[in-house]
């Protein structure tokens, strides 16, 4: 979805930056490409770039956790048992949302399996975001290692209205990509006036 959504935004010609993981996909032509590897790569390649942003949009299922301890060489077996421990990452979306300037936007994506809309709501109230964009990730139509999603847009602005759900049906990621930036542009638009 990060890929479709900036190739979509620099077609509509906006400044696209985009941060990018580890991947098999080419990135799209964008102003600026920077990829990382790890969680804390990312973190601090978005801090960097966050500050100059107008909208925001973190599609990423970056690991909630890393191991404890890293080992420079291969670990041999020796018969024994091993135990890891894991660490939390830095939580990129939660630290955007804390340091949110006024009028930037910040849009997160959930990846759910169960209660989509309550789930989606709760990460969205935590990390102080704008928009959620949620898709149910059980399905094999939908989701990672597919060019096909549906997905939930929830609106923040919107939620005391009743209004604040947008559906859109299974279709490719680059539709829903426009569908996703044309919610958002407008509502700024609105904004703007």
Known sequence: MGYAIAEAAQKLGHQVTLISGPTQLTPPQVQKFEK??????????????APT??????????????PAKMFPNKVKKTGDKMLLEFVPNP??????GKKKRKGQVLVGFAAE???LIPNALDKMKR????YIVVNNVK???????TDQNEVVIIDREKIDQQKH??????????NVSKIILKTIFMALSKKRR
Do not use: C, P, W
């Not at 942003?53 to 956790?65: C, N, Q």
């Not at 939580?91 to 955007?96: K, R």
């Open 165 to 174: 759900i947008q559906k859109i049906s299974l279709t490719s990621k680059k």
């Open 91 to 96: 939580d990129i979306l939660a630290t955007l």
């Open 36 to 49: 990382t590897v790890s969680a804390r790569d990312m973190y601090k390649a978005v801090m960097k770039h």
């Open 127 to 130: 990390k102080n975001l704008d």
């Open 139 to 145: 399905s094999s139509k939908t989701g990672f290692e």
């Open 53 to 66: 942003m107008d909208v925001i949009i973190m599609t990423a299922a970056v690991s909630d956790y890393r």
């Open 113 to 115: 399996t169960q209660n």
